[in-house]
């Protein structure tokens, strides 16, 4: 099983920061010390088996190496280089050269916590699927369309007005499947930055996309208003 952690983004929203915003610290229960925001989605995916983490960074990002370089357990993270900010699709794709055909892969954001925590260890094998979260406003986020089945029929990106008020913020994908929606992005031009656009198309190409609404508390602490809901007292976040 494998890990992917898209950690290239400059934090444009939290500026002017001395260090990358996945280092902010939250207070978490019971390990003596803050975390940083980034440690949360990388646990999450040790704590469901991925044997390896890949966390893209780009070339400021040196500060999340050193990081994860003095802490114990983080020995099977591995970092992939993306040159310039090309958005999420350009940064996940980074990692396809470590997939494996038959494994598992998990997509997380290096700048949000969420709960359920073991929400990766209850995920469908099969295809790709989508962990979904309630949001105040999801026209900031990817909100996601789904039927009583759970199958995915739309994702809504960045759209004002979003009807659905549940956007993605994990996702599973077999190797195999993820590798093939590598080769749609490029067939496409690589011209997605969104990664809601680039399953869009993989939907209207026939390809079936799953969702669950196992999703609970969500953080997106890549925002001023999301740090701060996140190290509130008795935030939810402090349990991770």
């Known amino acids: 099983m494998l890990g992917i952690v898209p950690a290239a983004g400059a934090g444009s929203r939290l500026q002017p920061l001395a260090f990358s915003k996945e280092l902010l ?26 044997d390896r983490v890949g966390i893209v960074i780009g070339p400021e990002k040196a500060d999340l ?9 983080y020995e099977r993270l591995f970092y992939t280089l ?10 996940i794709f980074r990692v396809a050269r470590h997939v494996r055909p038959y494994e598992l892969v998990l997509i997380g954001l290096p700048d949000t916590i969420w709960h359920p925590a073991d929400a990766f260890t209850r995920v469908p094998t099969g295809q790709i699927h989508l962990i979904t979260f309630p949001v105040t406003e999801p026209e900031f986020f990817d909100a996601v369309r789904m039927d009583s089945a759970g199958r995915v029929e739309r994702i809504e990106v960045k759209t004002p007005g979003a009807r659905d008020r ?13 590798l093939a929606l590598g080769d749609l992005y490029r067939r496409r031009g690589a011209r997605d930055q969104f990664l809601g656009d680039l399953l869009n198309a993989w939907i209207e190409a026939g ?11 969500y953080y997106d602490v890549g925002t001023w208003d999301g740090f701060r809901a996140a190290i509130a007292p008795g935030s939810a976040a402090h349990a991770a």
Do not use: N
């Open 25 to 50: 610290p939250v207070a978490s229960g019971g390990i003596g010390r803050a975390k940083a925001v980034a440690e949360f989605v990388v646990d999450r995916m040790l704590a469901a088996g991925a």
């Open 65 to 73: 190496l050193r990081h994860f370089g003095r802490l114990p357990g």
């Open 82 to 91: 993306q040159p310039r900010p090309l958005g999420l699709c350009d940064a």
């Open 166 to 178: 549940r956007v993605w913020g994990a996702i599973s994908a077999p190797g195999e499947q993820f």
């Open 207 to 217: 390809y079936e996309v799953s969702a669950d609404t196992q999703g609970g508390a």
